[in-house]
């Protein structure tokens, strides 16, 4: 019931599903239901919260356990939403292997664990998959779907389909490969972000502002092979024009940084210095960075309707 087990109750009982959210502690979850009612309450005000019920029909839908037993008694999907620790997400998955019947989907919210670290031995396999959203769930759709070599094709079928329902934006990977397919572009964006700012080419704020009114600006609606297609005559045309000076600019990045030391003092410092890290200061700035997605996801929805 941390902040992606709060924010996936929203998404499933925004899609009108009945949410049973569970934790070992029962402040854990009595504060988490009462941070699902603020956060609703305040989305229904600003006109931005999903699904067709009102917050209170939504709120109703949810309820809280600390019993993992009677959390996923008629459950037809589990989300697992614990830590990013391979041992204790292994652990609540044996635990489910030996309670849960033959239909339902066991889904884990790893953003980099191998289904086939996670769910090999169980008993159940075929009935798991991964299902990686990006953070915060409730506010980017996207969600890669990633099965074990052993996942059942209905499974993976079933969760893109329910995806699909409660208004997420589900991708299928083929087979599993590190870090997925968001976190591998991500982290090539990262780590050459990182060598720009630590050989002085640029300062940490310019980086950021290349890649937010820039880059960002195009990738916001259309995507890397897309935009390569329309910045010639198509994809074919793109690579011969530019092929050379893109293999020429990429054999020049150098190895994977450490993300230490002096490099890693200049970018704190200067994100710092930007946005202090005080939890209040860092709340209002994800709260705002909240509000532009919102924005942005419900500008997109309008585009895609024209």
């Known amino acids: 019931s941390g902040l992606i087990g709060r924010s996936w109750a929203m998404v ?43 917050a209170e029909q939504q709120l109703a839908l949810i309820s809280i356990c600390t019993d993992l037993k009677a959390a996923v008694e008629g459950a037809t999907f589990i989300q697992e939403c614990t ?21 339902v989907i066991l889904s884990s919210s790893t953003s980099c664990l191998l289904p086939s670290k996670l769910f090999t031995g169980l008993k159940h396999v075929k009935q798991c998959i991964v299902s990686h959203p990006v953070n915060p769930p409730y506010f980017v759709p996207l969600v890669e779907i990633v099965p074990h070599p052993e996942t059942d094709p209905s499974t993976i079928e079933s969760t893109y389909a329910l995806m699909k329902k409660i208004g997420q934006s589900p991708v299928k990977l083929n087979r599993e490969t590190e870090g997925f397919v968001l976190n591998r572009l991500q982290y090539a964006v990262i780590s050459e ?56 600019v990429l054999n020049t990045f150098g190895p994977v940084p450490e993300f230490s030391g002096e490099i890693e003092q200049k970018i704190n410092q200067a994100m710092s210095e930007k946005i202090p890290v005080i939890p209040k200061v860092l709340d209002a700035r994800r709260k705002r960075r909240d509000e532009y997605l919102t924005g942005l996801a419900k500008l997109k929805k309008q585009m895609k309707s024209d």
């Not at 569970?22 to 009462?34: H, K, N, P």
């Not at 489910?96 to 019947?101: A, F």
């Open 12 to 54: 499933f009982a925004a899609g009108g599903f009945k949410v049973k959210l569970y934790d070992i502690a029962q402040q854990q979850l009595t504060s988490a239901l009462e941070n699902i009612r603020k956060q609703m309450k305040e989305l229904e005000e600003s006109g931005f919260l999903k699904g067709t019920l009102s």
């Open 83 to 103: 830590p990013e620790n391979l041992e204790l997400k292994k652990k609540i998955f044996g635990q489910l292997d030996l309670i849960v019947g033959n239909t």
């Open 193 to 248: 972000a990182w060598r720009l700012v630590g050989e002085g080419v640029i300062s940490p704020t310019d980086l950021d502002l290349v890649m937010s009114d820039g880059l960002g600006m195009r990738y916001a609606f259309i995507g890397p092979l897309e935009t390569m297609h329309l910045n010639a005559e198509g994809i074919s045309n793109y690579c011969e024009r530019y092929r050379e000076g893109m293999r020429l």
